[in-house]
């Protein structure tokens, strides 16, 4: 069936540095791609989402491109703050199917 | 404009006993998704509710059950619990399940620790 495999956590920046988190797929067909995060005591919002590959998702200052060749969805921001602690999580859906999503990946940023 | 709103919070069973969470979505939603996250994973596909029916289901047994009401409102239910069932239990709704559903707006959760 259709996985999601993000780079294990915790990742911990000094604030302004550079982020990735990788993260990759496994489906049988042409899966959209998502990126959501999740804040201390909240519950999981949508931060950027591709359909089709070479697209690429963006959201506050967060930046992630569908990469089909190498089955790969990774998520990037040039500049993290503090307030960007959270964890985030991968997720693919196949036609309406549900939302199938990584472990999640816990980011520290500290000031 | 309330988002999705879970109730309780947090509660805490004994293994064998029942247990009802509830959650009203979005206002205008009609479609309501349950999902479990286990503590360090990422949340897993429980089933989904449309016009009162369950529309699909993901791999867990029928002791896991739910009901959709004619205002929208959902509930999950979980019979004779087991340790294993302690999780974050989130809900999620969205208009119209013909659409991608990725178009899901998630509630903060029910924290459900069985002891």
């Known amino acids: 069936g259709d996985s999601v495999t993000q780079m294990e956590g915790p990742v911990t920046l000094s604030e302004e540095a550079f982020l990735t988190i990788n993260c990759t797929y496994t489906a049988t067909g042409y899966p959209s791609l998502f990126w959501y995060v999740q804040y201390p005591g909240e519950g999981l919002q949508l931060l950027l989402k591709a359909t089709k590959a070479d697209d690429k998702g963006s959201n506050k200052g967060f930046e992630a491109t569908y990469r089909k060749e190498t089955t790969s969805f990774h998520l990037e921001k040039g500049s993290v703050q503090v307030s960007d602690s959270a964890v985030y999580f991968c997720a693919l859906s196949e036609r309406n199917t549900p939302l199938v999503f990584g472990k999640g990946t816990r980011l520290s940023v500290i000031a | 404009d309330a988002g999705v709103t879970q109730s309780p919070t947090h509660l805490i069973k004994t293994r064998g006993q029942q247990v009802t969470l509830r959650c009203s979505p979005k206002s205008g939603h009609d479609t309501v998704s349950w999902y479990q996250q286990a503590l360090g994973q990422g949340p897993q596909f429980i089933f989904q509710?449309?016009?009162?029916?369950?529309?699909q289901r993901g791999n867990f047994p029928d002791r896991f059950s739910g009901h959709q009401f004619p205002n929208y409102s959902s509930e999950l239910n979980v019979n004779a619990l087991l340790l294993g069932d302690s999780a974050l239990y989130l809900c999620?709704?969205?208009?119209?399940?013909?659409?991608?559903?990725?178009?899901?707006?998630f509630g903060p959760g029910t924290r459900l620790t069985v002891t």
């Open positions: 999620a709704s969205s208009l119209d399940p013909g659409l991608p559903l990725y178009e899901q707006y």
């Open positions: 509710y449309y016009e009162e029916e369950e529309r």
